[in-house]
Structures are given as C-alpha cells and as structure tokens.
C-alpha cells in the first residue's frame, strides 16, 4: 500500500491532493452544465448534491476496479519474491484505493452540506450499504479482468471501449426511474445502476427506488468475485511469464 501511494500520488505535483481536485472538477463541470440546461435537479434542489451522489460512488467503482485490474502488471517485480503473492498485490491496491475514495466521499459530501447548508435527514445505513456494496462489486470486477487481460491483451482494449458509456448507464447523470420503461427495464440489470439507487436513497428520504435490490447487486459482486479469483489464482503465474 506504500509503495501504491509513492507511485501513484508521491511522483505528481500536489500529490494527494488530486485525488479531491478530480472529482471537483467532475462535479462542477456537471453542475454547471445541466443547470443551465435543466431548472432543477432529478432530486432535491441542489445540481452539486446530486451530482455528488452518484459521480463519487461512480469514481470509486473506476478507481478501485481499475487498479484491481492491473494489480499484476503494476506489481510484476515485486512479484518476484516468494513471500509476495498476487493476492497481497491485488488487496493491497484495493485497500489502497477503497480507502482513499471512502474519504474524499466523505469530505466532500461534509464540505458540501456545510458549504450549502443543507441538513441530512436520509438513511446512513443505505449509504453504508451502497458503498460496501461497489466496493464487492469494484473487487469482483477489477479481479476478473485481472485474470482476462493477463490471459487476452486485446481484452483490456475491448472493456475500456465498451465501458465508456457506463456513466450514462448507470443513473450517474440522470434517474433510471424516470426513463421509459423499455429503457429502464434494460438498465435495471446494470447493478451500478442499483447500488448508485440505494445511495442516493439515503441522502433522499423521499427518494424510494422500489426496484433497486441489495440482494442483486451484492450477488452480481459475489459471482464475479468468485470467478475472477479462481482464474486469476489458478492463472497468475502464466500472466507473470507472459
């Protein structure tokens, strides 16, 4: 884990403080566009507080399941020794970057209210939930690519075009709920969709997602866990002499 942080925010100007000043931007520049383009948001009445909702908990599932999946490539020489495993590579990226996107989370959702004044009276156990819940699903996925683009190097190519359009996919922007319903029946089989749902549940007490299910997502996560682990296990050492 210290040697993750050395090399991704020790060698940049600023350092950690990237990991804030990103997702800001990203925040901002999506506030700032559909208020002018829209009068209010899907929920509440702060374009900042939604957007933050679901552009933080999308960051986490990009950040945390990108560096899953590169965990072997980035940790090639250190894998080197026999008291190293891919698994400690792997963990210690995911602790790494979970952690970090926990707490830019947190300061920003608490800078914001303080900032807007906005008073909390959501569900701090959905939120919780949420985030455990794209945390196991950032894992199942980061792990199975793993595995995938250390056995197919064009794999990496593939994921990276066709996961492009998963912002848009998954509520990050807009509400599911409020798309027709040929289109909202496709994308509720997006779990992102419903762990970006459940969240938001918890800032919004008027917010009822009747559809989003814990139960889904979290089984979705666990499925691609499972794989993704047995490949990668049984796989690493044709990756490393790749």
Request: net charge positive.
């Amino acid at each position: 884990m210290l040697r993750e942080m050395a090399t991704r925010y020790g060698r940049s100007p600023g350092g950690y403080a990237w990991a804030l000043l990103e997702p800001i931007g990203g925040i901002l520049i999506l506030a700032a566009a559909f208020s002018i383009l829209i009068r209010n948001p899907p929920l509440g009445n702060n374009f900042i507080l939604f957007y933050a909702t679901g552009f933080l908990p999308f960051t986490l599932y990009s950040s945390v399941s990108g560096a899953v999946s590169t965990s072997i490539n980035f940790s090639r020489p250190l894998l080197q020794y026999a008291a190293v495993t891919w698994a400690d590579a792997a963990i210690g990226r995911f602790l790494l970057n979970s952690l970090t996107n926990v707490l830019v989370s947190l300061i920003m959702m608490t800078a914001i209210m303080m900032y807007f004044d906005i008073r909390l009276a959501g569900d701090f156990s959905a939120i919780i939930i949420g985030y455990a819940l794209m945390m196991l699903l950032s894992a199942g996925i980061g792990s199975l690519n793993c595995a995938l683009q250390g056995l197919f190097p064009v794999w990496g190519q593939l994921w990276g075009v066709t996961s492009r359009p998963l912002m848009l996919a998954s509520g990050v922007i807009i509400l599911v709920d409020d798309l027709p319903a040929g289109i909202r029946d496709i994308l509720w089989y997006n779990p992102l969709v419903h762990i970006i749902a459940i969240i938001r549940k918890g800032f919004y007490p008027t917010y009822d997602p009747s559809i989003a299910s814990v139960a889904y997502a979290g089984g979705f996560g666990l499925v691609l866990l499972f794989f993704g682990v047995l490949l990668t296990g049984r796989y690493h050492r044709e990756i490393l002499n790749m």
